[in-house]
């Protein structure tokens, strides 16, 4: 598929952060009593279930059975990766005497792709809360719930610091002072100044530096760190702008249904290189590029109603010595308020009684324009460049456009492939509504797919294109009745335990059969 090189998200350094020693005992022998499963599990069978059919988990040195393993969520949605983990023992409370956490105590985990051309996830979070259930005999069973972060050193440090230049410059500085990697689509920007940091945290400084970030009206940024422990700068207009070529995705991935095989033996299946594509297809399923199923969440009335459309920002200017009041609009791509929905207020008059020489009605034309929200910023310094208080407000105001319509994926297993920030194309088909269907009969919907069934299967064209993994979080269930939000098949009643959920954005939709 082919890929414009300004959405590729590159890594210009990795990471150097030294990770706690994660390690089980006799792998290949499966004599050592640190094996959760004992001698009934081959070492060879062990070595391979280890983070790919469950995640590898280990505190103070006690390493978790699958069958001990509850619930399990790797939550990428904000700056920070958060770690939900329940684990309930039965046979022992050996944990709670031995391995308990303590004050700054770190949950070790590691999974991988049977594909071993994908990088694994090894990762330690820090231990923020604990709270145990109360067990039986001896306190014994009982569930566990761990919350905990990333595990970044320093990052909580408070410190009084400054940087020259611009934050493209300055966020690299930083990342290599924390060890971190760092991973972008952009090459610059135009924001150079002197950076200070009086007495906040690492973790601040970076939410700020990257909050008024700036290279040119056609730019907004956001900033997070991933799994990987890369610290990523995105231009997401660059992830916004233009369609692609969906058809070409969906040559990619034919041939591939094998690609992540269960069986052990299988994994030659598994090493097959395949495109970033997911789908409801049919043909999909039992890969981790399968769509279970997807959800539509809408928080545009929210979001504008507690931010307007624009905002009107007003602030003093030391260096002009002026008072600026400035709109900051939302960006759109050239020619969308023509061909696709904007959610900038309602997308076709309600009601024709009253027309104008265009044929528009108030409702449509002129009611969302003065839903806007006053925004007084203060006094911008001297120091700061010439479009800091401006672009604080253009990158918040544009990164919330993201959050009014979007939607959530899940897709089968693990999917490695698929990287926060990128742009990803999903393929959804109706196959079992008779509307749609009878649409593509009249010769309405000319996208119509081969497909067996009662009715010709239709893509779905209003959710079908590309999007911006603006989050993801990866689960394994063990408990399917009580934690789990896991959909039944029909092979085993329920999907594979793990399984991941990408949050996709677009900020402007195709218009109904269009």
């Known amino acids: 598929m082919a890929q414009d090189e300004k959405t590729i998200i590159r890594s210009l350094f990795d990471p150097k952060i030294k990770l706690d020693l994660l390690q089980v005992e006799d792998i290949f022998t499966a004599t050592s009593e640190k094996v959760p499963n004992g001698p009934t599990t081959t070492g060879q069978q062990y070595q391979h279930e280890l983070g790919t059919d469950y995640p590898f988990i280990s505190i103070n040195d006690y390493t978790f059975s699958s069958g001990e393993i509850l619930l399990f969520k790797i939550d990428a949605t904000g700056f920070l990766p958060q770690l939900t983990f329940i ?46 259930g109360r ?10 719930v761990i919350s905990a972060e990333l595990f970044v050193p320093h990052i909580k440090d408070e410190l009084i610091v400054s940087h020259k230049g611009e934050t493209f410059q300055v966020l690299q500085q930083i990342a290599k002072k924390l060890e971190l990697g760092f991973a972008s689509n952009e090459t610059s920007t135009n924001d150079s100044q002197t950076w ?83 789908s409801n297809m049919d043909n999909f399923k039992g890969t981790n590029m399968f769509v279970q199923q997807y959800q539509t969440r809408n928080e545009s009335t929210r979001i504008h109603e507690a931010h307007g459309y624009k905002y009107n920002v007003q602030f003093f200017d030391q260096k002009s ?17 023509k061909k696709k929905i904007i959610l900038k207020g309602r997308t076709f008059p309600k009601s024709t009684d009253q027309t104008d020489a ?22 911008q310094t001297k120091n700061v460049h010439d479009k800091y208080t401006y672009a604080i407000s253009h990158n918040e105001r544009n990164l919330l456009e993201l959050k009014k319509l979007y939607i959530e994926a899940d897709v089968q297993r693990w999917n490695p492939n698929i ?12 196959q079992a509504d008779v509307t749609k269907s009878s649409a593509d009969a009249q010769g309405l919907d000319k996208k119509a797919v081969n497909h067996s069934g009662n009715f010709p299967a239709v893509i779905d064209q209003f959710y079908s294109g590309y999007y911006m993994i603006n989050g993801m979080s990866i689960t394994y269930n063990q408990d399917h009745t009580q934690y789990s939000t896991a959909h039944p098949d029909e092979n085993n009643g329920y999907e594979p335990a793990f399984f991941q959920t990408f949050t996709m954005t677009r900020r402007e939709w195709p218009t109904p059969l269009g």
């Open 358 to 379: 265009n044929g528009q009605s108030p409702s449509q034309q002129d009611y969302w324009k003065t839903q806007n929200k006053f925004v007084w910023k203060g006094i």
């Open 87 to 132: 684990f309930s023992l039965h046979k022992t409370d050996a944990f709670r005497s031995q391995s308990y956490p303590k004050d700054g105590d770190i949950v070790s985990v590691f999974l991988r792709a049977k594909n071993d051309s994908f990088k694994p996830i090894r990762n330690d979070y820090i231990i923020k809360n604990v709270d145990s």
């Open 135 to 144: 067990g039986g005999v001896e306190n014994s069973g009982g569930d566990t």
């Open 419 to 430: 990287y926060m920030g990128e742009k990803v194309p999903i393929l959804l088909i109706s």
């Open 321 to 337: 010595l002026k008072y600026w009041n400035l709109f900051v609009d939302p960006i759109t791509s050239e020619g969308a308020e």
């Open 196 to 278: 200070i940091n009086a007495g906040g945290t690492w973790e601040n400084y970076i939410k700020h530096v990257a909050s008024a970030s700036w290279k040119d009206e056609k730019s907004f940024y956001k900033c997070y760190i991933d799994v990987y422990y890369h610290l990523n700068f995105i231009n997401v207009n660059n992830q916004l702008e233009g369609d692609g070529q969906l058809a070409a995705g969906l040559l990619d991935v034919i041939g591939v249904k094998d690609f992540y095989a269960n069986e052990v033996n299988d994994t030659k299946l598994a090493q097959q290189s395949v495109g970033k594509f997911i």
